[in-house]
């Protein structure tokens, strides 16, 4: 294998990337049928989603608000006019021998996603061709079974949209991160749950190189079957190698669909482009075009959340966040949801300090829930417990060590966290004349160190105050046992 | 008292007077149709059972007074139209055992409204077809010569209408298939405007063209079953949603049809009137046109330049859609499947050579290439381009005149076997009728004469969209000033 492509190498890599995010909307897109998973098979179906003969779709209007306020989001433009095509292909999940997606006229163009580029390490715009809407397909059941396939069409029917970069992105750190932004806005729109593994936010990836400076594109292949973002980024930093190693001994890229193997970790061949189907699009005649009006599109527009984007900034502005902490805070509107919660607990009790409030959202929570495998909906502290703690180490009531052992308290039994720290006898001390008790007894206990000290290596005084720590077990308000021991130990001089 | 061929308010009346009861008419045809449906094979399946249980209801509910002009009316439905629990055939071997588990829409309002349905009609498989010969239960037989073709592809229902075999039916027209079979049975069909009747529930054949009417034996019965079928129907995103006239209250108790068509300004399209049409076809409309300028209507000619390339235009856009309309009948869910297959592709592939017949499979081809990859500007888009001419010749023509008369088919019935060799001689049955679906428009097809044999002749009134209503005031003056809609086959 040749090494993977640098910043100095002679290839550069496109990619593109489609995604099908399911939408979360109650019932199917053209009838009544519910869109739960996990149903006993084939119960969740009519005679619509079954294709029978005769019946016909109707569009359920939920799916275009959702379309819509996708498309807003990534400013893009809302066709006023759309329309749907069938696809056809015969495939035993595929009940009507035709999916039902739109084609030609799509209801959202030209769009864009801003990602932070680990390439070029400032913001960089990835255009978004355009969204559809589209309709799932059931699912066939092989493994198992002898002599036959069984189908379940109970997805038959789910909602899709289909959303479509640009070849814009130029490696595979940022085909994850437009994939993590993409799946950040759809979850704040709450129009699809971004689920990889279950297959409710599913990407195919568009891998191409191209000597540096190239004016036209090299030959692509489509990448399946990535069910993670990890994934998506391994196969492609794999098929980027793949394609270098033929086209540096002399071979060519062949245009093909690539299924990713992630136990594996390597691709193979599943179809070329001659065996590619001739999906035969028309306009679907059972569907009148969909015609919009700006007023419906505004009305879509004002139930627009603030977006990740808006939100960073405005934590940024508000909380004087880094931009690492306000980009990681508003990964999902639930961390961000819970971050403003913690900090406005800690504001209310008199001690603002979003800054304290966002490590310990990030850093002691964050990576508690890491080691659970949980995400935040699951945090077993509210947030305003969380804040109450913020503000009791702003108040000097904690210390770092003892807010730590409040917060393993409060994630592991829970309760309120004034209470354990009185019941834990966990107050810091503040009072001077029992710091300056265990100052003297730690003086006198090791005069060696004190001498050495007055001998000019100070350095032993981080080991005093460490004594002094634990003599107090850890309550002393470690500034004044630093000022008081400091003091001391200049009398002595 | 012959009862078969009572019109539908005839009908009516005498149950509401109780004269007469649902069941007893319900029994009469039912015993018709056991004599004489053998040689005519108008029905597919005969519902002896359902329709002596919902003519019973029908009953009780007459007697409750809480009836409609339509409560107990015995009716013949083309077999395309799904019937819950019912066999519905689609005249293929394909559907040959399908029960649905929904009823259409049409059929569900007809019933709700106390209709008899006696059965089930033979048609064209899947309606493709203009002579009724592509069922795959056989051919049905034209009442006026039984070696003649009743049409298609609702011939079954045109040659139930015209033997009294029910009072009044049920069809579907694609290009022709309600018009064309009433012009070849002397019976009254309407193509309603495409999207006035809710196509839910009809198995589809070509989607943007396929609508429902009524065929009858007079314009005053189609207005009847009209304002019942007609409305908006919330399954059917084509369906139009405007208000639905009460076409027969107004026909028959509104202005008189006579008064409305004195001084109607009626187009006569020169180029239906070229080579090709039949001598005593050409007659029979003269005269028909002579009769509604004495009516007091204004005849004057006007051109549809486009309307040469209806044909080409409409087998390219049916089967385009016919193809993919029918991939659902792979044998996965429902219908035939064929016998042991060996892996998925074999399944597909005899399941469908079984299932379907000759026309069926031609024209999935036709369609299947139509859209094929490189082929589908030159083809497809390029029709639909030539369907927005053709709508717009009428567009123009409907700017001088309220409607248009024309013959319904260039020729009278044909012999069954007679044009089997070649499609498009077969194709070109629905010259006059074709370009009307291609355009949405509605259009009533009446009985205006008849030839030597004598077989029967029909004229086409072709209105604007949604103008259901000025067609059968027009109709209806024509009516009753003519008796060619009262003849019978011997
Ligand atoms: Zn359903």
Redesign the pocket.
């Known amino acids: 294998m040749s090494p993977p492509i640098t910043s100095q190498s002679r290839y550069e890599t496109v990619i593109g990337l489609e995604v099908h995010a399911q939408m979360r909307t109650r019932?199917?897109i053209?009838?009544?049928?519910a869109t739960q998973f996990g149903a006993e098979a084939n119960t969740?179906?009519?005679?619509?989603?079954?294709a029978f003969p005769g019946v016909l779709p109707v569009l359920n209007r939920e799916v275009v608000n959702m379309a819509i306020k996708t498309g807003l989001a990534i400013q893009g433009q809302i066709r006023l006019l759309s329309e749907f095509s069938r696809k056809n292909y015969f495939y035993p999940d595929l009940p009507a021998g035709y999916q039902i997606s739109q084609y030609e006229l799509p209801i959202v163009e030209h769009g864009q996603l801003v990602i932070a580029s680990p390439l070029d390490q400032g913001p960089k715009k990835i255009g978004i061709t355009r969204i559809h809407m589209e309709v799932d397909a059931g699912k066939s059941l092989h493994e198992g079974i002898q002599g036959a396939s069984w189908v379940d069409l109970n997805r038959?029917?789910t909602p899709l949209m289909e959303i479509v970069s640009e070849p814009d992105l130029r490696s595979a750190a940022e085909a994850g991160e437009y994939l993590k932004k993409l799946r950040a806005i759809v979850r704040y729109l709450g129009v699809c749950d971004g689920n990889m593994e279950e297959g409710s936010f599913r990407c195919d990836a568009n891998v191409s190189i191209r000597l540096r400076g190239a004016p036209i594109l090299g030959t692509r292949c489509e990448l399946k079957n990535l069910n993670s973002i990890r994934n998506v980024m391994r196969a492609i930093d794999y098929e980027v190698e793949r394609q270098i190693e033929l086209i540096d001994n002399g071979d060519s890229v062949i245009q093909e669909t690539r299924l990713w193997n992630a136990d594996l970790n390597s691709s193979r061949a599943m179809r070329g482009k001659e065996d590619a189907h001739d999906y035969r699009y028309f306009p679907e005649p059972d569907l009148p075009p969909l015609r919009l009006t700006p007023e419906r599109i505004a009305a879509v527009a004002a139930t627009l959340p603030e977006l990740p984007d808006a939100k960073a900034e405005r934590f940024r502005t508000q909380y004087q966040l880094s931009d690492y902490d306000a980009g990681v805070l508003t990964a999902s509107q639930e961390l961000a949801d819970y971050f403003e919660a913690v900090a406005q607990q800690a504001a209310t009790l008199g001690q603002p300090n979003p800054k304290v409030a966002a490590n310990w959202v990030m850093v002691e929570l964050g990576g508690r829930l890491n080691k659970e495998n949980w995400d935040i909906q699951q945090t077993p502290i509210p947030a305003h417990h969380l804040g109450q703690l913020v503000a009791m180490i702003q108040q000097g009531i904690l210390s770092g060590k003892t807010a730590k052992e409040l917060f393993e308290i409060l994630f592991t039994e829970g309760g309120d966290p004034l209470q354990i720290v009185e019941r834990k006898g966990l107050r810091q001390v503040t009072n001077s004349t029992a710091i300056e008790e265990a100052v003297d007894q730690v003086l006198a206990a090791h005069p060696e160190d004190v001498a050495q000290y007055h001998a000019g290596k100070t350095k032993v005084i981080g080991f005093l105050v460490g004594q002094i720590m634990k003599r107090t077990q850890g309550k002393a308000n470690p500034a004044l046992v630093n000022q008081l021991l400091q003091a001391r130990l200049t009398r002595q001089e | 008292m012959d009862l078969s061929h009572l019109s539908l308010a005839q009908a009516a009346d005498l149950l509401r007077k109780r004269s007469l009861s649902a069941v007893e008419l319900t029994r009469f045809f039912l015993e018709r149709i056991a004599t004489d449906n053998a040689a005519l094979n108008a029905y597919i399946t005969v519902d002896e059972a359902g329709a002596l249980q919902a003519a019973q209801a029908a009953d009780d509910r007459l007697a409750r007074g809480e009836a409609t002009p339509l409560t107990g009316i015995p009716l013949a439905i083309k077999d395309l139209f799904c019937t819950q629990g019912l066999r519905t055939t689609c005249a293929s071997r394909m559907l040959a055992n399908f029960h649905p588990p929904y009823e259409s829409t049409v059929t569900r309002r007809l019933k709700e409204a106390g209709a008899v349905v006696l059965g089930k009609t033979n048609m064209d498989e899947f309606a493709m077809g203009s002579s009724n010969e592509t069922s795959f239960f056989g051919p049905a037989r034209n009442p006026w010569g039984h070696d003649r073709i009743p049409g298609g592809s609702s011939g079954g229902s045109a040659a139930a209408v015209a033997a009294g075999l029910c009072l009044a039916a049920l069809g579907t027209d694609t290009g022709g298939s309600i018009r064309q079979p009433a012009a070849m049975t002397g019976i009254t069909g309407l193509k309603p405007t495409y999207g006035r009747v809710s196509r839910f529930g009809m198995i589809a054949f070509a989607s943007s063209l396929d609508q429902a009417g009524p065929m009858t034996r007079s314009v005053e019965d189609a207005a009847l079953l009209l304002q019942t079928m007609a409305g908006h129907d919330p399954l059917d995103s084509t369906s139009i949603d405007a208000p639905v006239p009460a076409y027969w209250d107004d026909l028959t108790t509104g202005v008189p049809a006579a008064e409305r068509v004195k001084n109607m300004r009626i187009g006569i399209p020169a180029e239906y009137f070229a080579d090709g049409l039949a001598a005593p076809v050409r007659q029979a409309v003269e005269q028909a046109i002579a009769t509604f300028q004495d009516l007091g209507a204004h005849c004057q000619p006007v051109s549809l330049p486009c309307t040469a390339y209806a044909i080409p235009t409409y087998y390219v856009i049916a089967p385009a859609e016919a193809s993919s309309n029918l991939a659902r009948y792979d044998g996965v869910r429902f219908g035939h499947r064929c016998a042991d297959p060996l892996d998925l592709r074999d399944m597909y592939a005899r399941t469908r050579s079984e299932g379907f017949g000759a026309e069926v499979k031609r024209r999935i081809m036709l369609g299947t290439y139509v859209l094929s990859s490189g082929y589908y500007d030159a083809y497809y888009r390029k029709a639909q381009k030539v369907r927005r001419l053709i709508a717009d010749d009428f567009r123009a023509a409907f700017a001088q005149v309220d409607l248009l008369l024309t013959p319904t088919a260039p020729e009278t019935a044909f012999r069954i076997g007679e044009k089997n060799d070649d499609p498009v001689r077969m194709y070109l049955s629905d010259i006059f009728t074709i370009n009307v679906n291609l355009a949405g428009l509605p259009g009533l097809s009446l009985p205006c004469g008849f030839d030597e044999h004598p077989l029967p002749i029909g004229l086409q009134l072709i209105g604007r969209p949604l103008q259901e209503a000025t067609l059968l005031a027009a109709g209806h003056a024509f009516q009753q000033a003519t008796d060619w809609h009262q003849r019978r086959p011997s």
Do not use: L, N, V, Y
């Open positions: 019932s199917k053209f009838c009544g049928c969740q179906i009519c005679p619509i989603c079954a038959t029917g």
